[in-house]
């Protein structure tokens, strides 16, 4: 529970909480102007310093130069206790506490000089975890619950953070799996399943990036390689052979021998020289098939029809209708072949050329390789000959080291698919089996929305809890179709819902804080049930309900037996400059 915010300003509105239901109200007077606004009064800034002293980060009015060097104290209840916690804007790892920290899992540190306990920020948060959510000192999973997650659906952000898009995200790039470890954890569900979802989620994704490597360091290879990255039996091959290359090579440089391949090296050069004979060749007998076609090309013409009936004119015959028909099928035949002979030729032009460009590829291949060889040849002395092979020997050993890596993660990668396909299958068979066992968790939760919801519309909604391969799936939903702000009612009796759960599991009061605009667009019926429930519940159940409201957004005409203002525990104006929250304006 909070029991008051303070700041160490004069003008700063000090704000005093109350148990149960409690109003921040903006109001607009008649002295105020056609450009005053109570959108800069300190609503929104309310829940964002209450955020700061909790261990969050400065939000956007913080951050303003004007308020550098403010320090804001926040008097709580935590675990029965009371305790007084100080931050500056300025010292933002510095949180300074007042009250009894014996039992706590970290103790403060006492500073001599200002003669105050103090904690990082970061202990912080870990201290506020145990207090208000019983968070164990040391949890094994990889992805926990924090506190700053946990605390976030207490209190939402500004709209802008994405605080309202649904009742299981409290900000718009929320993580999905921290949605779903969050809301396990709050609904008092295996949580850790979710968790360890996420950690096969990751092991695929590394699977992934495995196999992804793969395909590159296949598309990039040599083409010896290449040809047998199919599978792990060809790579288990070739590093077969390499090795005992390596092994056979070692021993020639070992025992220092003039180089053993000298002959192996002539033959080869002598071979690539009447390749690279046989290319050249080939290349001026294609280039020369070149020139012949581009040549037939040029005298292809097709028959002209008045070149034909000229001839005949002048031969002083005239042409029958029918003869005219069949010269004319014959002209149209005649073109059909010159058309497709044009286009053979052209086709035949390009295969030539392509296989002129791959054999002078293959020349530039071959008269390297062959200039390479040529060189150890060359070389004289044992020196020389024996430089030139540990250069050689040290590039099997390379291919022998990647070989083995591709190998080793060829295997990792087919070991995982199905490691990853039984641990996912056991974890599902495990998270169902608990999600059962929590049924009356999940009874009490499902119960107690679907009682909020139809208190608000008449008809229960429905809260949905299910464990898929994806991981634990949540749904709300409430049937009334028409009705505005249905969205964000469906939050509102979530986090409803929420805070009695944990008020019967904490000794002091949970709190639970919305802003203005979690009832901006919602009916006037709705929005006075809304608030009349808030007010209810929490001095039922024993949690702090605390929302900030404009004056004219208040349903006061809706209301049944319920006296709003008495619940209005501080009041902002804009009357003037000093009249917010803050007492000065920016």
């Known amino acids: 529970m909070i029991r008051s915010l303070s700041c160490d300003r004069p003008y700063f509105k000090t704000i005093e909480f109350k148990p149960g239901f409690n109003v921040i109200l903006a109001e607009r007077t008649q002295e105020a102007t056609i450009k005053d606004s109570r959108n800069g009064l300190g609503k929104s800034t309310v829940i964002e310093i209450i955020h700061f002293c909790l261990g969050g980060n400065k939000g956007e009015t913080l951050k303003k130069s004007e308020l550098d060097g403010w320090a804001f104290t926040l008097e709580l209840d935590l675990k029965g206790e009371k305790y007084s916690v100080t931050r500056n804007t300025r010292d933002i790892n510095e949180v300074i506490i007042d009250g009894d920290c014996s039992s706590w899992p970290i103790e403060p540190k006492f500073d001599s000089e200002i003669g105050k306990k103090v904690l990082s920020r970061n202990d ?15 949890y094994e999973c990889k992805y926990n619950p924090t506190f700053r997650s946990l605390i976030s659906y207490f209190a939402r952000k500004n709209g802008h953070s994405g605080a309202f898009l649904n009742p299981f995200q409290h900000f718009k790039v929320q993580l999905e799996w921290d949605q779903q470890v969050n809301n396990a954890f709050l609904l008092g569900l295996g949580w850790e399943f979710a968790s360890k979802l996420q950690v096969l989620k990751d092991r695929g994704k590394l699977l992934n990036e495995i196999k992804q490597e793969l395909e590159e360091i296949k598309q990039e290879a040599t083409t010896e390689l290449s040809n047998v990255l199919g599978s792990s039996g060809e790579l288990e091959a070739l590093k077969i052979r390499l090795k005992a290359q390596v092994e056979q090579e070692k021993t020639q440089l070992d025992n220092f021998k003039v180089l053993p391949q000298y002959e192996e090296l002539e033959k080869n050069a002598n071979q690539i020289t009447v390749n690279i004979h046989e290319l050249v060749n080939l290349n001026i007998s294609d280039k020369l098939l070149i020139e012949y076609y581009e040549d037939s090309l040029k005298e292809e013409v097709d028959a002209e029809p008045s070149k034909i009936k000229n001839l005949y004119e002048e031969a002083g015959l005239i042409l029958p209708e029918k003869i005219t028909k069949i010269i004319t099928d014959v002209l149209t035949f005649h073109k059909n072949i010159v058309a497709n002979r044009k286009e053979y030729l052209q086709l035949e032009i390009q295969k030539l050329k392509r296989n002129i460009s791959e054999r002078e590829q293959q020349i530039n291949d071959f008269t390297s390789n062959r200039a390479e060889l040529l060189l150890a040849l060359k070389t004289g002395g044992a020196l020389q000959e024996w430089t030139l092979l540990q250069n050689n020997h040290q590039t099997i050993v390379a291919q022998l080291k990647d070989v083995s890596n591709k190998l080793e993660n060829l295997t990792h990668f087919e070991q995982g698919k199905s490691s990853i396909n039984v641990d996912l299958e056991l974890l599902l068979q495990k998270a169902k089996q608990d999600l059962n066992e929590r049924k009356s968790q999940k009874e009490a939760a499902i119960l107690t929305f679907n009682a909020y919801s139809k208190a608000l519309y008449s008809v229960p909604g429905t809260l949905s809890i299910d464990f898929t391969k994806n991981g634990f799936k949540f749904n709300v939903s409430i049937e009334r179709s ?57 001095e039922k159940e024993g949690f702090q309900y605390i929302c900030t409201m404009n004056s004219d957004n208040v349903p006061r005409s809706e209301f049944r037996d319920f006296n709003f203002d008495e619940y209005v525990i501080k009041t902002f104006t804009d009357a003037s400059q000093s009249g917010g929250l803050l007492g000065i304006r920016f």
């Open 482 to 538: 028409g009705s505005q702000g249905i969205d964000c009612m469906k939050i509102f009796c979530y986090d409803l819902m929420l805070a009695k759960l944990w008020a019967k599991k904490i000794k002091s009061q949970i709190f639970l804080i919305h802003d203005n605009l979690i009832f901006d667009s919602v009916d006037e019926r709705q929005k006075a049930l809304a608030l009349q429930l808030a007010a209810t519940e929490s």
């Open 124 to 138: 912080w948060n870990e201290v506020l975890g145990y207090l208000m959510f019983d968070f164990q000192p040391n």
